[in-house]
């Protein structure tokens, strides 16, 4: 069946900016999750739900990043006033939740802030 | 803090070469470990799950509390086992999860 997907695959924006990356999870998987992959780094966790609402979003770095799962499907990440610093690779996974589930990636959004 | 450490870059080895790969963590609870690879042009993948104490592609890994390390090994490296490889550690219920940076393991022929 269909993996995850994530979409555009590739964005470039300018300094202060709003920008939206979208993940579509695998069909009834009710965990999402969202990372930052910065070159020569491993991803670091940004945001997890569980169905509609944001479990934990304690990597969320600042205010000016957002993220929402309406109807427990399809998210959107939301960067307000992007900054250069913001460049790197978004990558979303999603599970069927609860422990030892394992999490599937989708291909990532490259972002690129000039 | 929780942290993952992969000491190693980069890890060269011969075709049937034994290979390990390093990971050690720092977690206050009872730690929850992964192995992901993510071959040339492909998504991150599970490689594999310490709970599952399972041997996947010919890979190990043992999880030591004592030492806190989570090495991953293989008797005979393949060149087909050339990828990114990253250390993960799942902590608050699933909820969350810590990468390392990662190894990029280069099998020659």
């Known amino acids: 069946g269909a993996g995850v997907s994530q979409t555009p695959s590739n964005k470039v924006t300018e300094k202060g900016k709003y920008v939206e990356l979208r993940c579509d999870p695998i069909s009834g998987h009710t965990a999402l999750y969202w990372y930052r992959q910065s070159l020569g780094q491993g991803p670091e966790f940004l945001i997890y739900f569980q169905g509609t609402g944001a479990a934990d979003d304690s990597g969320l770095p600042n205010d000016r990043f957002f993220a929402v799962r309406p109807e427990g499907s399809v998210s959107t990440l939301k960067i307000q006033r992007t900054e250069r610093g913001d460049s790197a690779v978004y990558l979303c996974?999603?599970?069927?939740?609860?422990?030892?589930?394992?999490?599937?990636f989708g291909p990532g959004t490259r972002l690129t802030v000039l | 803090a929780q942290r993952v450490t992969q000491p190693e870059k980069l890890l060269s080895v011969f075709k049937g070469a034994p290979v390990e790969l390093k990971c050690n963590y720092s977690y206050s609870g009872s730690p929850e470990l992964f192995w992901y690879v993510q071959y040339s042009r492909q998504r991150l993948q599970l490689l594999l799950r310490?709970?599952s104490r399972e041997s996947i592609k010919g890979f190990t890994a043992d999880l030591n509390k004592g030492e806190t390390s989570f090495h991953l090994k293989k008797p005979f490296a393949q060149e087909e086992d050339s990828a990114m490889y990253y250390c993960a550690l799942a902590a608050r219920n699933f909820n969350k999860f810590y990468f390392g940076s990662g190894t990029k393991l280069n099998v020659k022929p």
């Open positions: 310490h709970i």
């Open positions: 996974a999603s599970s069927l939740g609860g422990t030892y589930n394992e999490q599937f």
